[in-house]
T-cell receptor, first 113, second 114 residues
Framework: AQKVTQAQTEISVVEKEDVTLDCVYE???????LFWYKQPPSGELVFLIR????DEQNEISGRYSWNFQKSTSSFNFTITASQVVDSAVYFC??????????WGAGTKLIIKP | GAGVSQTPSNKVTEKGKYVELRCDPI?????LYWYRQSLGQGPEFLIY????????DSGLPNDRFFAVRPEGSVSTLKIQRTERGDSAVYLC????????????FGQGTRLTVV
């Protein structure tokens, strides 16, 4: 069975703080793909990043960075120097041997000015 | 079009009625997905098309739900005899069809069954 767990239901920080969103996954597939999506209040899911199971290199894109560790089955997402515009619900998702995306429950991130 | 387009953006219908939700994917994308999202939850897979055929419809909750993609582009999700429990946001996504590519989502159709 495949599963994605985002244990943090809601996180609230003050602007400019760093914040890490946790994602833990379960799969028996040897090849799989991990994703992060952002869902702002407008509702549209916005793709942020895709990671292949055979590539554990961490990635940085501006203020965003992702830490993929197969040993702990985690794919955590860090925002440095958070901004109010980062406020949204963030979803972690897994795609294994089929084409379905298995989603976590999401973490609601609130950035206070 | 530039992105995935879904119409209508909102639909209110009476219990027992039939509804159709439309999705226009990104041009050239062979894979199309339907998901359903209830408030406070992650999306739930409904059906996946590769071209014109439904490659995986294991997520459709029951036989009241049906989806088509007759020409391999636009897709329609059809719900018969709607129930209040069908109320949710219905999301459509498309991708290039390769398993290792990301899906791009439309803004969704908010369906309310009263």
């Amino acid at each position: 069975a495949q599963k994605v767990t985002q244990a943090q239901t809601e996180i609230s920080v003050v602007e400019k703080e760093d914040v890490t969103l946790d994602c833990v996954y379960e799969t028996r597939d040897t090849t799989y793909y991990l994703f992060w999506y952002k869902q702002p209040p407008s509702g549209e899911l916005v793709f942020l990043i895709r990671r292949n199971s055979f590539d554990e290199q961490n990635e940085i894109s501006g203020r965003y960075s992702w830490n993929f560790q197969k040993s702990t089955s985690s794919f955590n997402f860090t925002i440095t120097a958070s901004q109010v515009v980062d406020s949204a619900v963030y979803f972690c998702a897994l795609k294994g041997s089929n084409y379905q995306l298995i989603w976590g429950a999401g973490t609601k991130l609130i950035i206070k000015p | 079009g530039a992105g995935v387009s879904q119409t209508p953006s909102n639909k209110v219908t009476e219990k027992g009625k039939y509804v159709e939700l439309r999705c226009d994917p990104i041009s050239g994308h062979t894979a199309l997905y339907w998901y359903r999202q209830s408030l406070g939850q992650g999306p739930e897979f409904l059906i996946y098309f590769q071209g014109t055929g439904a490659a995986d419809d294991s997520g459709l909750p029951n036989d009241r739900f049906f989806a088509v993609r007759p020409e391999g582009s636009v897709s329609t999700l059809k719900i018969q005899r709607t129930e209040r429990g069908d109320s949710a946001v219905y999301l459509c996504a498309s991708s290039s069809g390769q398993k290792n590519t990301e899906a791009f989502f439309g803004q969704g159709t908010r369906l309310t069954v009263v």
